[in-house]
């Protein structure tokens, strides 16, 4: 996987902007200099965010949404998933 992130990606897994793999990685959102942790949705050619309001829900059962416009930094919280089918670290015996 490249550590560059998609130009845009949501949580909803009914959305085709849905990426499990980056998810799972780990993903923070800076808006405006300051990080978020509530980000439904983003853009960043686009420059907007999607952010969940409260525990409000819809009449679907999803988290109602507010649209802001701005500068959009999404960047990875945890480290690159290693791959599995590598052997491990033989140095030992």
């Known amino acids: 996987m490249a550590d560059s992130l998609p130009d845009r990606l949501s ?19 800076r808006f405006k200099g300051v990080d978020k942790t509530n980000v439904e949705e983003y853009c ?3 420059g907007w965010v999607r952010l969940s309001v409260g525990t409000t ?24 998933v290693e791959d599995a089918s590598a052997p491990a670290d033989e140095g030992q015996g």
């Open 11 to 29: 949580v909803d897994p009914k959305s085709p902007y849905y990426n499990e793999a980056v998810l799972g990685r780990g993903v923070g959102i």
């Open 44 to 46: 960043v050619s686009e």
């Open 57 to 80: 829900k819809d009449r679907f059962g999803n988290p109602m949404t507010i649209k802001l416009k701005g500068p959009v930094e999404p960047y990875y919280n945890g480290p690159a």
